[in-house]
């Protein structure tokens, strides 16, 4: 795979998961894909509920590139996330409020599919965008 | 410059400014109109705010240390995944210190110009950042 190719392969990534589209997303990663998330490692069945999780509580949720690099065998995507809270996410019910938060994944590619992963978001903004973290200047 | 050429310079700086506080090398690898909006909600506008950024990093973190796990770069940007680690022995932002040792991920997307960096985006945990630290984080 070229790089070109491996870019591209982000951007119909993008596109399959705006267009909720789960069957052509389950074809871009392969059957062990590890994603290493914040102190966790998941497989893509668990990482396939994080995505299941967040379409439920955002259902108008998109996501956009901002910017695409990528070196040899891996890509990173700069992207934000935008969406309506309408279902219960992570314990927190539904609030009706809007979340605008960026994040970078970084993918290793082998044979055409994403087999590994590396994704950080900013949580803290999340869920102050949530209104479920105090926030204000610490006391 | 080449890629390999900004990785390089990339390096020195983690290295340099963040592990080693030569913070003389912001001035060798940052352009004067550098802008970087950190996830914490400091911005660093210009080499000299953002030596003021690392200072208040290794006055909080005296042990602070960044591992670069990864490293990869593409045209003017340079990716660094990171781990950020270090123990809470100094005050940061009017907070007392509490002791705890940090062990954050990050990355960082840097865009390089003539051998030098401008610009800065930035992913970190905050969340385990403010956990860790054992502090209330602040409003972003």
Known sequence: MSIEQNKALARRIVEAFNKKDASTLADLFGPDFVGHTVGKDLTFEEFQKNMIALVHAFPDYAMTIEDLIAEDDKFVARWTLTGTHKGEFMGIPASGKRIDVSAITIRRVAGGKCVEGWDIRDNLKMMQQLGAVPSGPPK | ?140
């Open chain 2, 1 to 140: 410059m080449s890629t390999e050429q900004n990785k390089a310079g990339q390096r020195r700086v983690w290295e340099e400014a963040f592990n080693r506080g030569n913070l003389a090398v912001i001035d060798e690898y940052f352009a004067p109109e550098y802008v970087f909006r950190s996830p914490l909600g400091m911005e660093a506008k210009g080499p000299e705010s953002f030596k003021q950024m690392v200072t208040m990093m290794r006055t909080a973190l005296p042990d602070l240390h960044v591992t670069i796990d990864d490293m990869l770069a593409d045209g003017d940007k340079v990716m660094t995944r990171f781990t950020f680690a270090g123990t809470f022995k100094g005050e940061m932002m009017g907070i007392a210190p509490t002791g705890r040792k940090i062990n954050v991920a990050g990355m960082l997307i840097s865009r390089w110009a003539d051998g030098k960096e401008v610009q800065a985006w930035e992913s970190l945990d905050t969340l385990a950042f403010y956990q860790q630290l054992g502090i209330k984080p602040p409003g972003s």
